[in-house]
């Protein structure tokens, strides 16, 4: 019985422990960024000049609890119940998905400029050293002999980026035959080895456990994966790709159940300064502040041929286009 | 004596390739693997190894691991010697169903579980609107990490102990009743000291599981860091952040407290066989 009664103890004070969880206390605030896989290095640097800059400007202290997973799989997380004040996603329809759960405030694209954009991307390709495949365009991947690493489109953001870059290519080539462009695609997942479910993984697969012959990737992630590598790794721009535009945007009915709005909402436009716009273009994302992107034009290809979402008629309409149940996708995957 | 040896070697080519496979077998799947663990961990040397094990986010793992072990092992407890309690002592309807239910969560994928708890807890849930207006947290959160744990650990103690007690049968339990007994008394005295190695070798067991539990626990934890990272996922964190050198330092602790948990039951083994 005694037994019995510490054990209910037990579990009472580890569940209450588990409800404690404070956003606000005092002179401290908490703030909870989801965000998706390859923001980890950029936020923990963001982070500490954003809570210097928040004690200057407040006094308040604030830290920030990062989460980070295949942007499609944070945005359901955070429409199940995950308690985020802010979601950094990889694309716009992500965050569209909390929002038509109820949680964000409808519009929440313009709130801040440059579609709720802070720092852009691409899709380039890692290939090994010495790019011994020859690998230097679109076309080259559809070969034969190369076998190709990018994340699965229906859990990632960065591989949704990745087959509208390729389509875009194609749509290019074959101006925009529809049926060469989907043969096209087709052709170029039949040589996808590894089809992780996040950008992240498939990263690792590549990298780590030297999968595939080239990793279609966000240009942020190949030159991380470079910095890392002593060598082992080349990037390649193709002529095409698209402009990546990973977004942002406070959860609303989150922010107000903890009392956090004012200091999320600092949070992201505080993205915009010169500051952060260093720090984003030192992890190797474009800053959408057109001078200091200028200023790392040795870092960033602006060369390259970008198409934009739009082209594809917006979010929505690639959504269900290309990647909803029954879309393009799901009829080249079929095997 | 000479005959006695002769058999004993293996006979022919045959004895020894199966020697060998086993050999191979284990020195790939198990020697070799743990190696790789403690050659990662400390291929910078020892301060990026103490470094990676004193880190602030590991420590926290840790005691969120630890932390929901506890508890996890408490419950299922007192849950186990209930239930097994019930079930060997006692005849009722429904008790075949009620064993197999007992054992559904080891046949049940943990992400099932883990998405079930999503369903039955999460957002979507009729119960969301009530555990919000009361401010309970569930999913996303420790509760939720120490139900997933509980649930995949379910019937550890309870199947190590039910043989032995089945066997046993309740002559001296009733013999003690008979003699004025009370339940406790009967208990204690009676019933537990047969059950006691089965019991502490199903709570090794438990602890164990409870360690390494990976998919239900990443289904329903959101990985917030330092809030709901228990050490397997914070392991996969570091490894996701090429981080691999941190990563198999951490793996290191879980390795060490498994290797320690083999030990305790060994021990436990010899002890009830001694």
Known sequence: MKAAGLAALVLLTGLLAGCGYQAVSGNHVTLINVSYDPTREFYESYNKVFAGYWEAKTGENVSVVQSHGGSGKQALEVANGLEADVVTLALESDIDAVESAGLIDQGWIDELPDDSAPYTSTIVFLVRKGNPKNIQDWDDLVRDDVAIVTPNPKTSGGARW??????????????????????FVKKLYEHVVVLDSGARAATTSFTGNGQGDVLICWENEAYLSLADSDGAYEMITPSVSILAQPSVAVVDANAQDHGTADVAEAYLSYLYSDKAQEIAAQYY????????????????????????????????????????DGGIFDSIYEH | MENETELRKPKGAGGYVLIAVSAIFFFVFLILPLVTVFQNAFSDGMLPYFKAVMDVYTRKATLLTLEVTAIALCVN??????????????QFQGKRILTTLIDLPVSVSPVIAGLMYILLYGRTSPLYPWLKSHSIHIVFAVPAIVIATIFVTFPYVFREIVPVLETEGTDEEEAAA??????????????????????????????????????????????LRGLTNTLPLHVEILFNEFNSQAAFAVSSILVIIAIGILIVRSLLEARAKG
């Open chain 2, 77 to 90: 407890t007192v849950f186990g010697l209930f239930a097994v309690w019930a079930v060997t002592k006692f």
């Open chain 1, 285 to 324: 994302y474009r800053p959408v502040n057109k001078e200091i992107l200028k200023k790392h034009s040795d870092t960033f290809d602006l060369t390259m041929k970008l198409t934009t979402i739009d082209d594809f008629g917006g979010w929505d309409e690639a959504q269900r286009r290309f990647f909803a």
């Open chain 2, 178 to 223: 008979i003699m004025g007994a009370n339940w406790w008394t009967i208990f204690s005295r009676v019933t537990f000291p047969h059950m006691k190695w089965a019991f502490f070798y199903g709570i090794v067991l438990c602890t164990a599981r409870a360690m390494g539990e990976f998919g239900a626990v990443s289904i329903l934890s959101g990985h």
């Open chain 1, 162 to 183: 990745n087959f509208l870059a390729a389509w875009s290519y194609a749509s290019q080539k074959y101006h925009g035959d529809e049926d060469k462009c989907r043969a």
